[in-house]
């Protein structure tokens, strides 16, 4: 990046402490990952010089030969990936994917029906605080009281007495797995469309370590970064009746013209997730998961749904008689990064909630396991456990740094 020191120290200094950063931190913030140097440089190539409404072979501008020709194979890469009839890469990220599907296939005022976000749940999935709440009518399922998992049953329930329009499967701190094929049986009952937002474990769905919501979905959204290792933005599958619904509602509807710079990242990344090592990693993930909160449990954490079947662990915070906020904060400063997080039935408001979200692609990606996953776990006790003497929290963060040397990070260099 000599270029970029040259013309602009100020920003290149922040990057290059924010690559250190990267690279000395344990980062558990389920959402994030590394993505390798193939995915990272046609993220910065020249495909960001051009504009490109429109879709292959149906542009409103002349000179997208190559452009058309690099759009198709990242959408029949997709299509073979997840097995899927259709499929539009233009999406910038989840929330406008999702607000694309809504508008292709939704009328103002029609019945939105997805998990509650203190339950787990996503902005985007009716929220009040999100359009999708305000355009669309919300209604929320949640979790059980006490064991914190999605009553099936309750979602019928509610699905009959409120006939949605459309039932939405997915979230970003639910960390047991879906049943989708349950969801498509009630959404059919109903008369409502199926939509799947996969966007935390498209890559678990990938290597066979989640069930698929293919066969019953009538759209899948998924971003491209997460667990697929991809970059920032999106993909919608659906089946091929309504395609050209969701294509108009993507372009012109909510967007312009495609990031063609991210729309190649995003075949990269989807011909890494195709090798047999992508598989393994997506296990590894799992496995990973499980033997972090094995490690949290056998510590006196008590985490949501009392532990995991995917990449995220929610810890309830409230047996440490520690706010999630303040917990999050401590182990920043330690080097082990994760985000606060309500938990279902929560007593605290959101930006003070009781609990913290962990996940473990962005260290599987550095090639960590089990056993690291067991010392994080020690780590996070002693910062909970001393969470006000800053001399431990100092003391961890140096060992962290030079634990998190040993291993590479993905596409940086070290």
Same mark, same amino acid.
């Given at each position: 990046?000599?270029?970029?020191?040259?013309?602009?120290?100020?920003?290149?200094?922040?990057?290059?402490?924010?690559?250190?950063?990267?690279?000395?931190?344990?980062?558990?913030?389920?959402?994030?990952?590394?993505?390798?140097?193939?995915?990272?440089?046609?993220?910065?190539?020249?495909?960001?010089?051009?504009?490109?409404?429109?879709?292959?072979?149906?542009?409103?501008?002349?000179?997208?030969?190559?452009?058309?020709?690099?759009?198709?194979?990242?959408?029949?890469?997709?299509?073979?990936?997840?097995?899927?009839?259709?499929?539009?890469?233009?999406?910038?990220?989840?929330?406008?994917?999702?607000?694309?599907?809504?508008?292709?296939?939704?009328?103002?005022?029609?019945?939105?029906?997805?998990?509650?976000?203190?339950?787990?749940?996503?902005?985007?999935?009716?929220?009040?605080?999100?359009?999708?709440?305000?355009?669309?009518?919300?209604?929320?399922?949640?979790?059980?009281?006490?064991?914190?998992?999605?009553?099936?049953?309750?979602?019928?329930?509610?699905?009959?007495?409120?006939?949605?329009?459309?039932?939405?499967?997915?979230?970003?701190?639910?960390?047991?797995?879906?049943?989708?094929?349950?969801?498509?049986?009630?959404?059919?009952?109903?008369?409502?469309?199926?939509?799947?937002?996969?966007?935390?474990?498209?890559?678990?769905?990938?290597?066979?370590?989640?069930?698929?919501?293919?066969?019953?979905?009538?759209?899948?959204?998924?971003?491209?970064?997460?667990?697929?290792?991809?970059? +920032? #933005?999106?993909?919608?599958?659906?089946?091929?009746? =309504?395609?050209?619904? @969701? !294509? &108009?509602?993507?372009?012109?509807?909510?967007?312009?013209?495609?990031?063609?710079?991210?729309?190649?990242?995003?075949?990269?990344?989807?011909?890494?997730?195709?090798?047999?090592?992508?598989?393994?990693?997506?296990?590894?993930?799992?496995?990973?998961?499980?033997?972090?909160?094995?490690?949290?449990?056998?510590?006196?954490?008590?985490?949501?749904?009392?532990?995991?079947?995917?990449?995220?662990?929610?810890?309830?915070?409230?047996?440490?008689?520690?706010?999630?906020?303040?917990?999050?904060?401590?182990?920043?400063?330690?080097?082990?990064?994760?985000?606060?997080?309500?938990?279902?039935?929560?007593?605290?408001?959101?930006?003070?909630?009781?609990?913290?979200?962990?996940?473990?692609?962005?260290?599987?990606? +550095? #090639?960590?396991?089990?056993?690291?996953?067991?010392? =994080?776990?020690?780590? @996070? !006790? &002693?910062?909970?456990?001393?969470?006000?003497?800053?001399?431990?929290?100092?003391?961890?963060?140096?060992?962290?740094?030079?634990?998190?040397?040993?291993?590479?990070?993905?596409?940086?260099?070290?």
């Amino acid at each position: 990046m000599d270029e970029l020191e040259r013309v602009d120290p100020e920003l290149f200094n922040l990057i290059k402490q924010e690559e250190t950063y990267q690279i000395e931190s344990v980062r558990l913030i389920p959402s994030e990952n590394y993505v390798s140097r193939a995915v990272l440089q046609a993220t910065g190539s020249i495909l960001a010089n051009k504009y490109s409404e429109g879709y292959p072979g149906r542009r409103y501008y002349e000179g997208q030969q190559f452009i058309d020709q690099i759009e198709t194979i990242v959408i029949e890469r997709a299509k073979r990936l997840f097995g899927a009839e259709h499929v539009n890469v233009q999406p910038y990220s989840g929330t406008p994917a999702n607000l694309a599907v809504y508008t292709a296939l939704l009328k103002p005022g029609d019945g939105l029906m997805g998990l509650a976000l203190p339950h787990g749940g996503h902005l985007s999935h009716g929220w009040n605080v999100s359009l999708s709440g305000n355009f669309w009518r919300p209604i929320h399922y949640t979790v059980d009281r006490e064991t914190h998992r999605i009553d099936y049953e309750q979602v019928r329930r509610l699905a009959k007495s409120e006939r949605p329009r459309m039932i939405i499967t997915g979230a970003t701190a639910y960390p047991r797995q879906f049943d989708f094929k349950i969801f498509g049986e009630i959404a059919r009952e109903v008369g409502a469309y199926l939509l799947a937002d996969i966007s935390h474990i498209a890559g678990l769905i990938v290597a066979g370590v989640h069930p698929d919501p293919v066969p019953y979905a009538d759209v899948v959204m998924t971003t491209t970064h997460k667990t697929l290792r991809g970059p +920032r #933005g999106a993909m919608i599958l659906c089946r091929k009746e =309504i395609a050209p619904q @969701i !294509d &108009k509602a993507v372009f012109p509807g909510i967007q312009g013209g495609p990031h063609n710079h991210t729309t190649a990242a995003i075949g990269v990344a989807l011909k890494e997730a195709s090798s047999p090592e992508f598989k393994n990693y997506g296990c590894q993930v799992v496995r990973n998961a499980k033997a972090l909160a094995d490690e949290l449990l056998a510590r006196g954490f008590q985490l949501v749904s009392g532990g995991t079947d995917n990449h995220l662990i929610v810890i309830d915070l409230t047996n440490k008689q520690v706010i999630g906020r303040k917990a999050a904060q401590a182990l920043d400063r330690a080097g082990i990064v994760c985000n606060y997080n309500t938990i279902p039935y929560d007593p605290r408001k959101p930006f003070s909630p009781s609990g913290i979200r962990l996940g473990t692609p962005a260290v599987t990606s +550095r #090639g960590m396991k089990e056993q690291e996953m067991r010392q =994080i776990g020690a780590w @996070i !006790d &002693k910062v909970i456990a001393r969470i006000d003497d800053e001399t431990v929290i100092a003391r961890i963060a140096g060992e962290v740094r030079e634990f998190s040397r040993q291993f590479p990070a993905p596409g940086l260099i070290q």
